[in-house]
């Protein structure tokens, strides 16, 4: 299992990111995707998960309604669209199988006020 995270980076309050995370070595359509996100000093919290054809999604509270989950299953990537950003957003940000326990390196999103 290798999953590379990309996309992030450093935006105002109210901007807009996409995360892209590309997976290999595994069969990534038949599998539940999600999005997880760490602050320093702080455990791992869920953002959001997706079904492996893409038709059901779910959030965190904490994001619904900015963030959007997607996924294409051509390109064995999942995606996460984060708008309406909050200076609470910053963090650093992983996509996981669901069922691995298997990390990426993450990618930092930084949104400043």
């Known amino acids: 299992v290798q999953l590379v995270e990309s996309g992030g980076g450093l935006v105002q309050a109210g901007g807009s990111l996409r995360l892209s995370c590309a997976a290999s070595g595994f069969t990534f359509s038949s599998s539940v995707m999600s999005w997880y996100r760490q602050v320093p000093g702080k455990e791992r919290e869920w953002v959001a998960r997706?079904?492996?054809?893409?038709?059901?999604?779910n959030y965190a509270d904490s994001v619904k309604g900015r963030f959007s989950i997607s996924r294409d299953n051509v390109k064995n990537t999942v995606y996460l669209q984060m708008s309406s950003l909050r200076v609470e957003d910053t963090a650093l940000y992983y996509c996981k199988r669901f069922g691995s326990e298997t990390w990426g390196q993450g990618t930092q999103v930084t949104v400043s006020s």
């Open positions: 997706i079904s492996s054809g893409g038709g059901s999604t």
